[in-house]
T-cell receptor, first 111, second 111 residues
């Protein structure tokens, strides 16, 4: 199973962009890269996922390195509601529930 | 559309007792996964059920068990509780191998 490395914590100011990095150097060629976040006192929620190309949705953008050994979740304008723990998770398309979540990055957003 | 519902939200047990937690997935979702979350270990995968069959299993002792009913509702059981079983137990549902939708969790305290 691919392992990930994320910073323990990061800090941002409201309305500024945030780049959350993730290293997944042992990822296999068929693993998708999923990002979830967990707000305080809630279960995790899906943010975005991708395989090789950069992806955008209403919540965030995902930039995947060409060698797929790292990716970056981009929040274009951080809000106070974005304060959460962000998890980067390689997810095999077939056996994808046996996930290794890690401890994620705790993002603090300053007003 | 109702989300994933977990009951009970909070419970306190003593060592040696057993506990049963319930999870009602989003209507139409046939996959239900269970996770244990502790401050030091993060989220750890327990098991996944799909159409009443266990499809994946994590590395937990046999004291942890689960089942899924024909209506996709799932239960997990922990027998002979230990202090270390104190955790937030999260349930997630999905259509099959797609995005996970989490409940708010059941917080178990073992005294």
């Amino acid at each position: 199973d691919a392992k990930t490395t994320q910073p323990n914590s990061m800090e941002s100011n409201e309305e500024e962009p945030v780049h959350l990095p993730c290293n997944h150097s042992t990822i296999s060629g068929t693993d998708y890269i999923h990002w979830y976040r967990q707000l305080p006192s809630q279960g995790p929620e899906y943010v975005i996922h991708g395989l090789t190309s950069n992806v955008n949705n209403r919540m965030a953008s995902l930039a995947i390195a060409e060698d797929r050994k790292s990716s970056t979740l981009i929040l274009h304008r951080a809000t106070l509601r974005d304060a959460a723990v962000y998890y980067c998770i390689p997810q095999n398309a077939g056996n994808n529930r046996k996930l290794i979540w890690g401890l994620g990055t705790s993002l603090a957003v300053n007003p | 559309k109702a989300g994933v519902t977990q009951t009970p939200r909070y419970l306190i047990k003593t060592r040696g007792q057993q506990v049963t937690l319930s999870c009602s997935p989003i209507s139409g979702h046939r996959s239900v996964s269970w996770y244990q979350q502790t401050p030091g270990q993060g989220l750890q995968f327990l098991f996944e059920y799909f159409s009443e069959t266990q499809r994946n299993k994590g590395n937990f002792p046999g004291r942890f068990s689960g089942r899924q009913f024909s209506n996709s509702r799932s239960e997990m059981n922990v027998s002979t509780l230990e202090l270390g079983d104190s955790a937030l137990y999260l349930c997630a549902s999905s259509l099959d191998t797609g995005e996970l939708f989490f409940g708010e969790g059941s917080r178990l305290t073992v005294l």
